[in-house]
């Protein structure tokens, strides 16, 4: 059997190109300075580079890598193909170290791919969790160390806190950084992202004392007796974002030894794109690259941005 990284797309750039062109322009070729459709001509010639167009309307040439993560980069379109079917399909994620081995791009460039192919994994979809009366898990985490904030014995001041949501019924999760646990810092992201006839599982955290008020029904196990699962209501659990925060904390560890705060929101990006088309909610492989090549669209990200 053919591995699935000899398919033409991967290894000629040319083909990659009519493969990146079909999915971001399935209609046909679209002039990104001026939106035109028609008269776009194919420029041919030696002297020309690969999939270059010039639009008759406004008389300028362009790519399809125009406004995306592969704006202004040298890497051949083929390589970055095969590093985002390398990301899209790992378990856990790919660190760049590892990505410039087996890329044989140097450390900085696959350091730089992996930041932007994080950035096109960024779901735009910002419709309510829960919808319909579905049951929202919420929890929050604590992972790493904020610069500059001595080490506190018991509490998590110093750690980056995350707060993450997943739909039980549609296996979706979605993750965030967040400044603090208080009901004033969860309760707007709650209220944004959940629907008001969601039932919404959360442990007996003060944060969470007004959620009963916005919801259809608020479920709650108590974590600090070891409770995970309610015995006289067995749907009422935690156990899915629980899931969830173990796969995303065995990656952070094993693939990522540091990432600090400014860049955490691209790792939770990455975690929720995997965990949301895995392959237990039907999508393979091949399917999730595709996904994520649609994602490079408006996503184009400056060396300047990426260190800020
Ligand atoms: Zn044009």
Same mark, same amino acid.
């Given at each position: 059997m053919a591995s699935a990284l000899s398919a033409p797309h991967f290894h000629n750039e040319e083909a990659a190109y009519? #493969? %990146? /062109?079909? !999915?971001?322009?399935? /209609?046909g070729p679209v002039c990104p300075? &001026?939106?035109?459709v028609e008269r776009i001509g194919k420029?041919?010639?030696?002297?020309t580079r690969i999939g270059t167009y010039k639009c008759y309307q406004c008389r300028k040439p362009f790519t399809v890598k125009i406004g995306t993560i592969f704006e202004a980069s040298h890497v051949p379109l083929n390589v970055w193909l095969q590093a985002m079917y390398l990301i899209a399909g790992s378990k856990k994620g790919i660190s760049s170290n590892q990505l410039h081995r087996t890329l044989g791009v140097t450390l900085k460039t696959a350091w730089f791919m992996s930041h932007r192919i994080r950035e096109a994994m960024r779901s735009s979809d910002t419709g309510f969790f829960g919808e319909g009366g579905g049951t929202v898990e919420i929890d929050e985490t604590f992972i790493g160390r904020l610069p500059g904030v001595p080490k506190a014995k018991r509490a998590f001041h110093h750690k980056m806190k995350v707060l993450a949501l997943v739909? !039980?019924?549609t296996g979706r999760s979605r993750a965030m950084v967040i400044d603090g646990v208080n009901a004033d810092t969860l309760m707007p992201i709650v209220l944004k992202n959940v629907a008001s006839e969601a039932r919404v599982m959360t442990d007996e955290h003060y944060g969470y004392r007004y959620i009963k008020h916005h919801f259809s029904y608020h479920g709650t196990t108590r974590h600090s007796v070891g409770q995970y699962v309610d015995p006289n209501d067995r749907t009422i659990h935690s156990n899915t974002i629980e899931g969830y925060f173990s796969i995303f904390k065995r990656g952070m560890r094993g693939v990522y030894?540091? &990432?600090?705060e400014k860049h955490l929101h691209r790792y939770l990006a990455e975690f929720d794109f !995997? #965990?949301?088309?895995r392959e237990a909610n039907g999508v393979d492989d091949k399917a999730r690259a595709d *996904?994520? *090549?649609?994602? %490079?669209v408006g996503k184009r990200l400056t060396y300047q941005r990426a260190c800020v």
């Open positions: 009519a #493969y %990146v /062109e079909a !999915r971001i322009w399935p /209609e300075h &001026c939106g035109g420029m041919g010639g030696k002297s739909d !039980r019924a030894q540091w &990432c600090g !995997r #965990y949301s088309n *996904l994520l *090549l649609k994602g %490079v």
